[in-house]
């Protein structure tokens, strides 16, 4: 039997999103976000959702860019870091002593350490109550060439971290179960 637990801010996984930025001054900075994913598959897009009160919000509006990383398990103190301290007080990179990169796209920076990246134009803002979600078109993926076979990023190499909000914890991705669009046709008569 199910138990109601009320309306929160709670699905599995989520991810764990750092969002590449820079200032007014053009001084990279990162922020981590869980409240994301993939919105739209043609543009390909993606979205993060943050506070006004982030230094990231602002950086977002004024450069119309931002990067995701995914950072791999190797990473999950950097990581959580990235969401505990502010850019507007901290060098994130220089503290946490991770590489800025500047894309070649858009004009925001990833985190070199970390294996998969998104470059992404914003496209769109919409406000939601206390987050404004941002849809960025994604305008190249890079992942680390060891983690790619047949032009596909393989997760068991890449080691993203999840996040589970209703714990506030973070944890590696599990086991293969099967191949999508496949392992259901077993069901199908």
């Known amino acids: ?33 869980a409240w994301g994913g993939i919105c739209c598959s043609d543009p390909p897009c993606v979205s993060v959702s943050l506070r006004e009160a982030t230094y990231t919000y602002h950086n977002i509006l004024g450069r119309k860019a931002f990067t995701v990383s995914i950072p791999s398990e190797e990473y999950v103190k950097e990581a959580d870091y990235f969401g505990i ?38 496209l769109q803002s919409v406000g939601i ?24 990023s393989l997760i068991e190499k890449i080691k993203p971290i999840i996040y589970s909000p209703d714990s506030l914890s973070y944890y590696g991705v599990g086991e293969y179960l099967g191949k999508a669009f496949s392992i259901g046709k077993e069901i199908k008569k």
């Open 85 to 122: 301290v502010s850019g507007r007080n901290v060098d994130k990179f220089s503290s946490s002593g991770l590489t800025p990169v500047k894309s070649e796209l858009v004009n925001a920076p990833y985190v070199n350490e970390f294996p998969f990246v998104l470059e992404c134009e914003l």
């Open 129 to 152: 109550g206390l987050h404004t979600q941002f849809i960025g078109e994604i305008r190249d993926i890079k992942v680390e060439s060891d983690m790619i076979m047949d032009d596909a």
């Open 1 to 33: 039997m199910k138990k109601s637990i009320g309306a929160r801010t709670i699905v599995h996984p989520t991810p764990v999103f750092v969002v590449g930025t820079y200032d007014e001054e053009g001084k990279p900075n990162v922020m981590t976000a």
